[in-house]
């Protein structure tokens, strides 16, 4: 009996990923192989928040499906974290993995610090990245100026945070603790996955997440809570997007 739910919940896990973020590993490690083989990743140039449509409001109409449509793996998450829900009143999927506004302020605070502590070392791992060829040319945003580029871009990062920390931390460690797996591993795996995705930027920003994933992977698994992460990594995240969106051009980049 065991053994069936182990496996029912390996399947669970190859399911959610073939639909979120293990899709996007494997997109990312072709992506390097592409560039790899054009030429040095020095040369190659890799833009986030990519605009998908000269036509201004197809381009946004485009941009919110793309946002809402990569949520879905997320509630796909808590329908199934509720399937397993001993009784009724067990703590719900949202509570476990730590997912609400039980406690707003120390969240907000808490990734406040953990974006400063991990958003400076970034910037110089990406010019050593730069410098040694192993990271490509990074383009935060892609959109043309509309009223709507910045909301979208805060958007954007608010996805991309709760994608990446409701999946691959909090959904994740669940589950590998219930195969068995030892915390150590779990983190490190899940800290693999993160880096795996973003290697279509380059080695450096694989490495740069992997270890963004180990601190967050060991964080989580001493607060129980992803809304810090989810705070940190959306506060990167916006100033990254938006504020490219915004000075990029005035400072000479892009």
Known sequence: MLLASTRRLRAEVLIVLGLSLGQSAVYSVVQLLDKMTQGPLAHATSTLNRSQSTREYFDLTYQLLDIAFALVPVVLVFYFLSLHRQTAESPSGF???GFNFARPGRDALQGLGLAALIGIPSLGLYAAGRALGITTAIIPSGLDSYWWTVPVLVLSAVRHAVVEEVIVVGYLLDRFGKFGWSTP???????LLRGSYHLYQGFGPF??????????????????RVMPLVVAHALLDIVAFVGFSVFGKA???G
């Open 95 to 97: 509570t476990r993995l």
């Open 185 to 191: 591993l779990a983190i490190v795996l899940s800290a």
């Open 207 to 224: 490495i740069g997440n992997a270890v963004m994933g180990l601190v967050f992977g060991w964080i989580y698994t001493k607060t129980k």
């Open 251 to 253: 400072i000479g980049l």
